[in-house]
């Protein structure tokens, strides 16, 4: 697979539908946003939010931010095959070349955009 197809299988993705499979549906929408407890560090106060306009997400607590693929690996932790796997079951089939994954990762982190410089 090329890196268009690739891009364009992933374009159809949404942040806030894998966020909340991902990490649960317990987000709280506030203005354009969707808030929650930070997954990736300990808090009492909600500083997690998803942008689903920008396609980003930023925690106002901990500093980490980036777009979705940035989330899944997160998650998983950047384990290139869990991640192709849990996309493929997202109905985003990028076969099993990690090598695609991690361009596609390299291309999210270049492209800019972010919802706030921390
Ligand atoms: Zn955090």
């Not at 994954?101 to 800019?112: D, P, Q, R």
């Amino acid at each position: 697979m090329d890196l268009k197809s690739a891009t364009e299988k992933m374009e159809k993705l949404d942040i806030m539908e894998i966020g909340s499979d991902l990490l649960g549906g317990m987000f709280k929408k506030t203005g354009r946003a969707y808030k929650r407890l930070c997954p990736f560090h300990e808090e009492r106060h909600a500083s997690f939010y998803i942008y689903p306009d920008t396609q980003t997400y930023v925690c106002y607590g901990c500093g980490r931010q980036g777009k979705i693929l940035g989330l899944i690996k997160m998650v998983f932790n950047g384990d290139g095959i869990d991640i192709l796997e849990y996309l493929r079951n997202r109905g985003c089939d990028l076969g099993r070349d990690e090598g695609i994954l991690e361009s596609l990762i390299l291309e999210e982190e270049n492209s800019g955009y972010l919802p706030r410089s921390i």
